[in-house]
């Protein structure tokens, strides 16, 4: 059945949530080459941008609780793709050379999803989309 012809079709709560889910998977299969969750990927991603980005930051950027954050920081410690460093009480995130090589290959897995979720609907349509929806979570929280 289409998300428009359930029951629930003008309720916020399963609209969003079927969208999201639907645009995980997308993620999901873009971010496979790299063997990234599309959330370790994009924090990757902010690291190598802005290398020494403390926790609180990358919580901020990405909308993530700092203890969703700390996990994800570990799992990329094991792979060997960020370091983190202590100064004084202040933690910063460090990308590794391991991380830094990853960077091409995680350029085209975003641009692979950008083109995959592009086709979907028009790239001003989603535009509006993506920021009416970030409006609308800045109101929520």
């Known amino acids: 059945m289409k998300a428009t012809e359930s029951k629930y079709n003008k309720c916020l709560y399963f609209a969003a949530n079927t969208l999201a ?69 202040t933690t910063l995130v460090f990308p590794s050379s391991e991380g830094k090589a990853l960077l091409p290959s995680l350029k085209d897995c975003l641009e692979d999803f950008e083109k995959n979720s592009c086709c979907l609907i028009d790239i001003h349509e989603r535009e509006r989309m993506v920021f009416s929806m970030c409006t609308l979570a800045d109101k929520l929280a």
């Open 21 to 89: 889910r639907k645009v995980e998977k997308l993620a999901i299969e873009s971010w496979k080459p790299v063997k990234l969750s599309p959330s370790h990927a994009y924090l990757l991603l902010m690291v190598l941008e802005q290398p020494g980005l403390q926790p609180g930051c990358l919580a901020n950027h990405l909308q993530l609780s700092p203890s969703t954050i700390t996990r994800l920081i570990e799992k990329l410690e094991e792979k060997k793709l960020v370091t983190r460093s202590t100064e004084g009480k």
